[in-house]
């Protein structure tokens, strides 16, 4: 379990809710949650992508550091 608040897909459904509103089913994994929001327009969709990051970075400090490195 990772050592954040969320998973990739708590966090995904997270930020898709806040984005649009709905809220997805906790059946979906994190590519299909992806795929939903790569469906939405690009300004939500740019949205979700960073609420996605802000929620996953949430006790890992490292993180945002390891994603603009990559």
């Known amino acids: 379990m990772p050592k954040g608040e969320y998973t990739r ?8 809710f806040v984005v649009t509103g709905i809220e997805l089913p906790n059946t ?3 590519d ?4 939903y929001s790569h469906a939405l327009p690009e300004e ?3 949205r979700c992508h960073e609420l996605y990051l802000q ?6 400090p ?4 390891n994603y603009a490195e990559n």
């Open 44 to 46: 939500q969709w740019k």
């Open 62 to 65: 490292e993180y945002m550091k």
């Open 28 to 30: 979906l994994t994190h």
């Open 9 to 16: 897909t708590e966090a995904g459904r997270r930020a898709y």
């Open 55 to 60: 929620y996953m970075s949430i006790g890992r």
């Open 32 to 35: 299909e949650i992806k795929a």
